[in-house]
């Protein structure tokens, strides 16, 4: 037994080592791979940033070369058609602003209404009056915005230079483009602080010391450039990871590469997660250590089987005689074992047949709460118009009680078409979306909940845009989740003061986001609010079977966009629902 025993533990020894040598190359491979894939996207990060910001640089240099410049530096030229120049050409490119100094480094002329300031001694006018062109960044306090500021210079007819032209680039607008894309990619200066990035939790950080120089840097304000998010350094495979603390849209273990871009004196940086490629490495460890083991278990067994029917062999004979005479009662055994598998099987099934029963019981129950839930809002609605249309006959205004009527029957059309929509959920039918106007939707929404919102004392902020919003979706069931949101924030008011909605709309790239923000006392659980069956409310209340939400949910991402919830700064709770917007062309 001891020398099995030793023999087991020596395998185990082997197949843990195998599986370690297995794991260390596979994570090594991975990681190569992992580091050339973020190296293209590193570079076509950076060419994307070059590319966006080259147009600038040309541009002053060619606004440098207009001929209603230079007079301007000497005192001659029309002040006000070179003014009405620049603000057009930073109107069609986009520039933050355009500017014609002096070698003083005075203000001569400004596509902007700002107040003028002194350039005087900015590295890219200094860089300018030597006859080349200048760059620099900084966070501008007259504007108020990061900019890139390119200066070409301005010769006279002699040949010194007397002046320079400034175009300011907006880093904002250059950065949007890519924000929020993977993976997380910032470019810092040669003080180390990240100017660019597409994930703003990165923006005006700065590594190891480099924050005290930033800090006394003229590009930055006082105290505005923080340290990096915490990491250590550690270089396996001859790369160089880095344990990152900087929230969740931040990996923790992460590949950093960097890439130098002379061309705006700035260093690209990304950080990609290892997660997968650890993955990769454990599953690929796994497998190897699983089939050592199923290898060295079958020839475990083999060998024993062999030992087994060798001592089994030996004692054969001797127990024939009585294996001969327990044949009989085994026979009787055998029967009675027979006659209960046949009785247990019968039970298996009629067991079976009573967990189908149940699925189908508790399937119907949760189809009868979903119905009872989207059904009694419209409900409610229709008898809230039945009594203003008695009240209505009852004071001889039967065109208002008819306008009330036709609105009950636009209700009961709604309610066919909610069953329908749940029937056609039910069945996995697709039901097709259209161009909807979410400004409409959102007054036909607060049309219905008015008497509601009067009753509790709710005062609604919404500024209806002039222009109609166009969206993709469905037009009753998005009026069913922007509906379930204002009531559930009317009733999360209750006992509030001040009790307010305020609802607004944005546009966020392709999609429009519209938000509904409340004043009452917040979510407590954010990550629960979409669960099914969740609530906080009572559990007699009315409309407090939790379904809401996750019904909410489920509709917006049939829309193909997308539903949150959090609490505000300034308290109250807020619901974003982003959905994809739709070209005015293709909308008119």
Known sequence: MRH???????????????????????????????????????????????????????????????????????????????????????????????LLVDAAGREVVAASDTPPSDHAGQPALTRALQGALGVDHQLDPRYGRRGFTFAAPIFSTAGPVIGALIVIADA????????????????????????????????????????????????????????FVGHTQSHPFGHDIWQVDGGRYLPRTALHLTRDIPVIGMTGEALLDIAPARQIARLQAAVTAALCLAFGALLFLATERRRTLALANQRLEARVADRTADLSALNVDLRREVAERTDAEARLKRAQADLVQAGKLSALGQMSAGISHELNQPLTAIRSFAQNGQGFLARGKPEV??????????????????????????????????????????????????PR???????????????????????????????????????????????????TLDQAGP????????????????????????????????????????????????????????????????????????RARVAA
């Open 4 to 98: 099995r025993i030793a023999i087991v533990l020596a395998y185990l020894a082997f197949v843990a080592a195998l599986a370690g040598g297995v794991w260390w190359v596979a994570m090594g491979t991975a990681q190569d791979q992992l580091a050339r894939r973020g190296e293209a996207d590193l570079a076509l990060a950076a060419d994307r940033l070059t590319n966006a910001l080259q147009r600038y640089r040309q541009l002053a240099v060619v606004m440098a070369d207009h001929p209603d410049m230079a007079p301007l530096l000497n005192g001659q030229g029309d002040a006000a058609r070179a003014r009405a120049m620049l603000v057009r050409m930073a109107d069609q490119t986009g520039a933050m602003d355009i």
């Open 172 to 227: 904002e607008a250059v950065e949007a483009a890519w924000r929020g894309d993977n993976p997380a990619v910032f470019f810092t200066d040669d003080l180390g602080v990240v100017y660019l990035t597409n994930r703003s939790e990165l923006l005006f950080r700065s590594r190891s010391g480099d924050s005290v120089r930033a800090t006394a840097s003229n590009r930055y304000l006082a105290g505005q450039v923080a340290p």
């Open 401 to 450: 009680a008819a306008q009330n009527l036709g609105r009950i029957a636009e209700l009961a059309d709604r309610m066919a078409r909610i069953i329908r929509n749940l029937r056609a959920f039910a069945r996995q039918e697709s039901v097709p979306l259209g161009d909807v106007d979410l400004v409409a939707v959102v007054g036909v929404v607060l049309e219905l909940a008015a």
């Open 453 to 503: 919102l009067r009753e509790a004392g709710v005062a609604v902020n919404w500024q209806a845009p002039s222009a109609p919003v166009i969206v993709r979706a469905g037009e009753v069931r998005l009026q069913q989740v922007i509906l379930n949101l204002i009531t559930n924030a009317a009733d999360a008011m209750a006992g509030a003061d001040p009790r307010r909605i305020d609802i």
């Open 511 to 582: 999609r429009i986001v519209l938000s509904v923000r409340d004043t009452g006392p917040g979510i407590a659980e954010p990550d629960r609010i979409f669960d099914p069956f969740y609530t906080t409310k009572a559990v007699s209340a009315d409309e407090g079977m939790g379904l809401g939400l996750s019904i909410s949910y489920g509709l917006v991402q049939s829309f193909g966009g997308a539903i949150r919830g959090r609490n505000h700064p300034d308290g109250g709770a807020v619901f974003t629902v982003e959905l994809d917007a739709v």
